[in-house]
């Protein structure tokens, strides 16, 4: 799914899963766009980016601070390169894990505290960390990312993802998905 949220008058969070069935294949850095569109299907702008391609489930990408320039977001699209390839290897799932998840605050302002850890030998640094919060319909309502400078070997952290105004929905689901490369 690729969907616009508001999260100020006029500004919005651009949230997209990039879905990969492939658990034995990933994408080097990808480059993508994110279209927004309003009612009347025009064009109201668009982010670029480029991420990684995680083998068997959903890359979460993330853009913050999208202005509508007054414009009311009805859609938004996500486009890879069509000639986008994956790669196939034999290893084992190198992301970090989690283990707790507290959500607070919902009719305020909106804290969720997430407690990271790495099992794996390499230290992970500038890693990026989507929250996705969904609504008890299973629709994405809420995002938030945030960067973790370093986690090193068998190290734990709690990492923090806030909101500026309260959530006008019951929380339902919530992802929380590192974007680390493969390998």
Same mark, same amino acid.
């Given at each position: 799914?690729t969907?616009?949220?508001?999260?100020?008058?006029?500004? &919005? $969070?651009?949230?997209? &899963?990039?879905?990969?069935?492939?658990?034995?294949? &990933?994408?080097e850095? $990808?480059? &993508?766009?994110?279209?927004?569109?309003?009612?009347?299907?025009?064009? #109201?702008?668009?982010?670029?980016?480029?991420?990684?391609?995680?083998?068997?489930?959903? $890359?979460?990408?993330?853009?913050?601070?999208?202005?509508?320039?007054?414009?009311?977001?009805?859609?938004?699209?996500?486009?890879?390169?069509?000639?986008?390839? =994956?790669?196939?290897?034999?290893?084992?799932?190198?992301?970090?894990?989690?283990?707790? +998840?507290? =959500?607070?605050?919902?009719t305020?302002?909106?804290? =969720?505290?997430?407690?990271?850890?790495?099992?794996?030998?390499?230290?992970?640094?500038?890693l990026?960390?989507?929250?996705?919060?969904?609504?008890?319909?299973?629709?994405? +309502?809420a995002?938030?990312?945030?960067? #973790?400078?370093?986690?090193?070997?068998?190290?734990?952290?709690?990492?923090?993802?806030?909101?500026? $105004?309260?959530?006008g929905?019951?929380?339902?689901?919530?992802d929380?998905?590192? +974007?680390?490369?493969p390998?």
């Amino acid at each position: 799914f690729t969907r616009p949220i508001l999260v100020l008058p006029g500004v &919005y $969070t651009l949230v997209s &899963y990039l879905t990969n069935p492939n658990a034995d294949a &990933y994408g080097e850095v $990808t480059p &993508y766009t994110i279209r927004v569109f309003d009612a009347k299907n025009i064009l #109201i702008g668009e982010k670029t980016g480029s991420t990684y391609i995680m083998p068997g489930g959903s $890359t979460p990408i993330v853009e913050t601070g999208f202005k509508s320039g007054g414009r009311e977001p009805a859609r938004a699209v996500l486009s890879i390169p069509e000639d986008t390839k =994956l790669i196939r290897f034999r290893g084992d799932d190198n992301r970090p894990t989690i283990s707790r +998840r507290i =959500l607070s605050d919902e009719t305020t302002l909106p804290r =969720l505290e997430v407690t990271m850890s790495n099992p794996h030998l390499e230290e992970f640094s500038e890693l990026e960390v989507a929250a996705i919060v969904f609504d008890t319909s299973g629709n994405a +309502r809420a995002a938030s990312v945030t960067v #973790i400078k370093s986690l090193k070997s068998d190290e734990s952290k709690t990492v923090v993802f806030t909101w500026p $105004t309260p959530f006008g929905f019951t929380p339902g689901r919530i992802d929380v998905l590192p +974007r680390v490369s493969p390998l």
